[in-house]
């Protein structure tokens, strides 16, 4: 029988549309490559049996009688994924965000694989870019594996210079055939043949084929873990705010840096974690982008992001611990003109998912985990995306990330920044990723609605410096 998607999965492909694409991108910066796009091209190729839901793509059931299957695709074309690009001299940062910009604006094809990667050369100093896209549907849980996660390696000996195969812990004489698309005859009969077993299953697919997103958000208790709790708690509607409105179908992609070391020093300043400090940085570059346009900010101004956080589950409940993303509401006190205060009252509404004790730490989230930002924020997507747009107003992804060197085809990784899709009727996604003493920050934005991005990742930024000035 073939392998069906999931409710929730199936909900993703029900939800989107052209305007509102949900697919995670990620930004890798590398340093010169030998070999140039070829050899990264040619490790993609190479690493693609270790992901094998890469050649797989959707196939509708007639009728909607059942959730969609997975199936090979027989026409799989590496080449139709992985495309290649370059920025015009003078390869600035800008003019890498602009296309990754229009990159992350384009909907996935879904007729083939839910998976594009961008090669982009021209980079200021030599350097390389790669731009990943991947749907949330590829990505079940923590122990998914990303087409980013297989290309990177601990260790700078070039695989692109020996045997790829061997290199990617491929058997040599590997060769993919791709199995037989069922015809409409068998999903048909594997469809009524799940009824039978499972009677539930039709109910579900209704649900599914209506594509109602309070429907949906009902049915992800079993993955996002603490969503529905946080859906209940969140009576009072999200404050309002101008990253709240119709969005078009154009995004701007913005970046924003900082130094480990010095969050670091914010923390041992003022207590809190990391994560606590990020969002207090974040809360106070709000701030002031919002007085920059003009806005309102009082005394009891807040925004309200959506932080999805990954939470250990017991073994009853998942077949690994930590395989789940729970979503935590907290209010931004963007008001709060004292950042030592903004700190404490984040800390605090924090603290209750430490003190559950079923928060993940973040070494032991990145040993379970490897290096998989994708992935990880691609869970974040997914449970943002059953919460209606009326209970937040952003949603911010914070994922760790191991603090030594990695390499892609013999070439170290200097930058990695999550580039996570807006929900409908949100303006601005943060996501943030830690890496080598750094921590990267993607915003995406609807060009329409927040098209000053880039003023807002300068004003985290200048944020920082701000906080680490003031306890140095």
Request: aromatic share 4%.
């Amino acid at each position: 029988m073939t392998e069906r998607l999931s409710t929730l999965d199936a909900s993703f492909l029900y939800l989107e549309d052209a305007g509102a694409p949900v697919h995670v991108a990620g930004v890798l910066v590398l340093e010169p490559v030998d070999g140039g796009l070829d050899a990264l091209a040619e490790l993609i190729e190479a690493r693609l049996p270790l992901v094998p839901r890469y050649r797989q793509r959707v196939v509708p059931v007639p009728g909607h009688l059942a959730n969609p299957v997975w199936a090979d695709d027989p026409d799989f074309d590496v080449a139709y994924h992985v495309r290649r690009s370059a920025v015009p001299r003078p390869g600035t940062e800008a003019q890498l965000l602009d296309l990754v910009s229009r990159v992350t604006s384009r909907p996935l094809d879904r007729t083939r694989p839910l998976w594009e990667v961008y090669l982009a050369e021209g980079l200021a100093e030599g350097r390389v870019a790669v731009v990943t896209k991947t749907h949330p549907a590829l990505v079940d849980g923590l122990g998914a594996v990303d087409i980013a996660q297989v290309l990177l390696d601990s260790t700078r000996d070039d695989p692109a210079g020996g045997d790829l195969r061997r290199a990617a812990r491929v058997p040599a004489g590997d060769q993919w055939a791709p199995r037989r698309v069922p015809g409409r005859v068998q999903l048909v009969a594997d469809a009524v043949a799940e009824y039978v077993q499972r009677p539930t299953a039709v109910v579900e697919t209704a649900w599914s084929a209506v594509g109602d997103l309070r429907s949906t958000a009902a049915r992800l208790r079993s993955t996002t873990g603490g969503l529905v709790r946080a859906a209940r708690s969140a009576v009072v509607p999200a404050p309002h705010s101008p990253l709240n409105r119709r969005a078009g179908t154009q995004r701007r992609v913005a970046v924003a840096r900082a130094d480990l070391d010095d969050l670091k020093a914010i923390r041992r300043a003022h207590g809190g974690t990391l994560n606590d400090v990020l969002l207090t940085v974040l809360t106070g570059a709000l701030r002031d982008w919002l007085l920059s346009r003009g806005e309102p900010v009082l005394g009891s101004t807040a925004v309200r992001a959506l932080v999805p956080v990954s939470v250990s589950v017991s073994g009853t409940e998942r077949e690994q611990p930590g395989s789940s993303v729970a979503a935590h509401l907290v209010d931004l006190p963007v008001g709060e003109p004292n950042p030592w205060v903004r700190l404490a009252r984040l800390g605090y509404a924090m603290r209750s998912l430490t003190d559950s004790g079923r928060s993940v730490r973040a070494d032991s989230l990145v040993a379970l985990t490897g290096f998989a930002p994708p992935t990880l924020h691609a869970l974040g997507a997914r449970a943002a995306r059953g919460l209606s747009r009326r209970v937040f107003n952003l949603v911010v992804t914070n994922v760790p990330g191991p603090q030594v060197p990695l390499y892609a085809a013999g070439s170290r990784m200097l930058e990695v920044f999550p580039v996570v899709p807006l929900v409908g009727g949100q303006g601005l996604a943060v996501g943030m990723t830690s890496y080598d003493g750094r921590v990267h920050v993607g915003f995406n934005a609807d060009r329409d609605g927040v098209g000053d991005v880039d003023v807002l990742a300068d004003l985290f930024e200048q944020e920082v410096g701000a906080l680490t000035e003031s306890v140095r």
